[in-house]
């Protein structure tokens, strides 16, 4: 009877935990969204007049960029390919009207980099910074197979832009009393994932930093969001897209138009989203199991990523 109880309360306790950790994101989208219905303030008054964002040249970068623009906020694009960034900007003013600059950085070259971006975005009324930019695997490889210098590149620019952008542009927020950062981590951050290892561990590093900055920047007004994507069909997950013949796994790809509608509807009210609905089920069904099975879990997946590629 006393075992029964015993385990009956741990059930309990599990149960609501796990509760609290899975619902909180659409409880906060609930009764913020009812709030905003109140007190409506448009983004360049509520958080500033302009949004930096990282890997604005493609895929979610471009996305947010897009969002942004429609939302009036001035834009600067920032990324390595200034042709790309180019056309995205005339995009952006020839849709939205709104005012925009190309920064051209190569997150790999180091310390020059940082100073430069720092010079031209410091005087700026920053109010949303999107660190975007990262590099992901090619296909599942064993940690040894990915060349060194790809590897030093990776933890590179999936590390250092997030961290040193906000070194760069939080105090100028705290200053102004107002600000949102957006970091993208990834759902591959949900556990250790073997053949994608460097990359999961590079996610996992922003989700942690992301969640320990919100809880700094908070009495400052400054709201921190971090993002946990799962596929996305962008340039990134092309890979996941063709590797299969059958197509089966392309299916579950979802577009950025639908990511970012959703992801879109988020800013401003969770400080947490995997940025679609069907991959925040996801991220619940794996915090269900113990971080062993979740590890096996995404073994499974990215080993099948791995012999694809080597048939």
């Known amino acids: 009877m006393l075992i029964g109880v015993i385990f009956a309360l741990i059930g309990a306790y599990c149960t609501v935990c796990w509760l609290a950790e899975n619902l909180r994101t659409p409880v906060q989208l609930f009764l913020n969204g009812l709030k905003q219905l109140f007190v409506k303030k448009s983004f360049p008054v509520k958080y500033g007049e302009w949004a930096v964002i990282t890997g604005a040249s493609d895929g979610i970068g471009k996305g947010?960029?897009?969002?942004?623009?429609s939302k009036q906020m001035k834009v600067v694009l920032v990324a390595r390919d200034e042709a790309k960034l180019s056309r995205v900007a005339n995009e952006l003013t020839k849709k939205y009207g709104i005012e925009t600059m190309v920064l051209v950085a190569d997150f790999t070259k180091g310390d020059e980099v940082y100073d430069r971006l720092?010079?031209?975005?410091?005087?700026?009324?920053?109010?949303?910074?999107?660190?975007?930019?990262?590099?992901?695997?090619?296909?599942?490889?064993?940690?040894?197979e990915l060349p060194k210098r790809a590897l030093q590149n990776l933890l590179k620019v999936n590390i250092?832009?997030?961290?040193?952008?906000?070194?760069?542009?939080?105090?100028?927020?705290?200053?102004?009393?107002?600000?949102?950062?957006?970091?993208?981590?990834?759902?591959?951050?949900?556990?250790p994932a073997p053949f994608l290892t460097a990359y999961a561990a590079s996610k996992a590093y922003v989700r942690n930093f992301s969640a320990a900055l919100r809880e700094e920047l908070h009495p400052h007004r400054v709201e921190v969001q971090t993002v946990l994507p799962g596929f996305v069909r962008t340039n990134m997950t092309q890979v996941v897209a063709t590797e299969f013949k059958d197509g089966h796994i392309a299916k579950h790809l979802v577009s950025l138009d639908s990511f970012m509608?959703?992801?879109?509807?988020?800013?401003?009210?969770?400080?947490?989203?995997?940025?679609?609905?069907?991959?925040?089920?996801?991220?619940?069904?794996?915090?269900?199991?113990?971080?062993?099975?979740?590890?096996?879990?995404?073994?499974?997946?990215?080993?099948?990523l791995r012999k694809a590629d080597a048939v």
């Open 261 to 304: 509608r959703y992801a879109g509807f988020t800013i401003g009210k969770t400080d947490r989203t995997c940025g679609y609905w069907a991959h925040g089920l996801q991220c619940a069904g794996l915090s269900l199991v113990p971080e062993r099975v979740r590890t096996f879990v995404l073994k499974v997946i990215y080993s099948h």
């Open 118 to 144: 720092e010079r031209e975005l410091v005087p700026l009324d920053v109010g949303i910074l999107v660190n975007n930019v990262g590099l992901a695997y090619e296909h599942g490889m064993y940690v040894e």
């Open 64 to 69: 947010y960029a897009h969002y942004l623009a």
């Open 160 to 191: 250092e832009p997030a961290t040193l952008l906000c070194h760069s542009l939080v105090p100028g927020m705290k200053q102004r009393g107002r600000g949102l950062i957006i970091n993208i981590s990834s759902l591959s951050a949900a556990a």
